[in-house]
């Protein structure tokens, strides 16, 4: 059996042409990345798609299909090899905290830590404590705590023992959003300062964003695009993950030129980034921080919904052709429905798809 040496960090996790499946049948098919020390990686995509799937084979409860799943140089999991998942020295957390109800914060803590000697064991638990801000929190009970502290607590839980990696299934999805949002920060604040790989999964992209380094998209058991959070946003090289991320229309367009397109939006230079030859018939991606309010502007378009956004208004806006596209505007330019108002332009970089 193989035992991967214990406390020393992540170099990286490899997954290659990796498919997962129940009797049979593949529900993760040919996944493939790679996260690097100290990096949060994650897997974004909707309900069903295969992300807690993909997360229990790294965790080794899954056996593959195909493929392999490396950690540093050395093979854990592939058709043949299966390292047990207690020695993958990987922590995990869920989102149903699961704290044990009969022990304390501290006992809770120490869980992982039986095999230490008691005193450093003691230290880690207080040092934890400490992180994750509920210091002289340890004589408590779970059923004391709220659910953020809870959450954290099963943060210092799973880091304690010093896993390579850490990976998190949808663990702030039984929380209310103001919580969330703060507890999401604080939690990559504690992973960076801890310098601990992890691999979160969510189908909530504003987590993702704020969370990775990192992220994978994912639809229907197949990773679309591994990239920054702004390159999945900005440069996404698939239609679902362009219309999966963020707000987005397609306008109908036809490229004129090496850096020109041609749409209802009128001539459009910029950075081609997927290679469409002249006249090709390409669906252009529109964001609403693309088209921009602008009362100069002699380019209109009737307002047909809004909403206010505090810092701002996002428009729905009908240009001459019918089409209807996003519309960002300061939330000192209150315009009413049925409205015309000016536009301006501004895609920088042009995102496009052969069109359906
Ligand atoms: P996600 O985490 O993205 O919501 P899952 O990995 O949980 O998706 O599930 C992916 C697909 O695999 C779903 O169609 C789900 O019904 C199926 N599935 C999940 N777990 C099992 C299982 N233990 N046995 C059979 N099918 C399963
Ligand atoms: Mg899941």
């Not at 490396?70 to 093979?75: I, K, M, T």
């Not at 592939?78 to 704290?99: C, K, Y």
């Not at 003691?122 to 509920?134: A, K, S």
């Not at 301006?344 to 496009?352: F, I, Q, Y």
Request: hydrophobic letters at 40%; aromatic letters at 8%; glycine letters at 8%.
């Amino acid at each position: 059996m193989t035992l991967l040496s214990s406390h020393s960090m992540l170099k990286e996790l490899t997954l290659t042409n990796v498919s997962v499946g129940y009797d049979g049948g593949a529900v993760v098919k040919n996944a493939s990345f790679q996260l690097m020390e100290g990096q949060i990686g994650c897997l974004l995509g909707p309900s069903g798609c295969g992300k807690s799937t993909l997360l229990r084979a790294i965790a080794g409860f899954e056996s593959l299909m195909t493929g392999e799943i490396c950690v540093d140089d050395q093979v854990i999991s592939s058709q043949t090899i299966s390292v047990n998942p207690e020695h993958r020295h990987i922590g995990m957390v869920f989102q149903d905290i699961a704290l044990f109800p009969h022990l304390t914060i501290a006992q809770n803590i120490a869980f992982g830590l039986s095999a230490w000697p008691k005193e450093v064991a003691q230290q880690r638990v207080m040092y934890l404590l400490d992180l994750v801000g509920l210091t002289g929190f340890q004589a408590r009970y779970p059923h004391s705590l709220s659910g953020g502290q809870q959450q954290r607590v099963a943060l210092a839980r799973a880091i304690a023992p010093k896993p390579k990696l850490l990976l998190m299934d949808e663990p702030f999805s039984g929380l209310d959003a103001k919580l969330r949002e703060e507890l999401v920060p604080d939690i990559r604040a504690i992973l960076q300062h801890e310098k601990m790989s992890a691999l979160l999964v969510t189908h909530d992209q504003m987590e993702a964003f704020a969370m990775a380094d990192q992220v994978s998209v994912m639809d229907a058991g197949v990773i679309h695009q591994t990239g920054s959070p702004y390159q999945i946003y900005h440069r996404p090289e698939t239609r679902f993950v362009a219309s999966f991320i963020g707000h987005g229309d397609f306008l109908p367009a036809t490229v004129c030129g090496p850096d020109c397109v041609h749409s209802d939006l009128g001539n459009i230079r910029g950075e081609l980034h997927h290679g469409f030859a002249d006249h090709a018939l390409v669906d252009l991606l529109v964001r609403p921080d693309d088209i921009l309010h602008d009362d100069d502007s002699e380019f209109v378009g009737v307002i047909v919904s809004k909403w206010f956004r505090g810092s701002h208004f996002l428009y729905r806006v009908k240009l001459s052709s019918g089409k209807v596209v996003y519309c960002f505007a300061s939330s000192h330019h209150n315009h009413a429905v049925g409205q015309e108002i000016g536009l301006s332009v501004h895609l920088d970089h042009l995102v496009m798809f052969q069109r359906q």
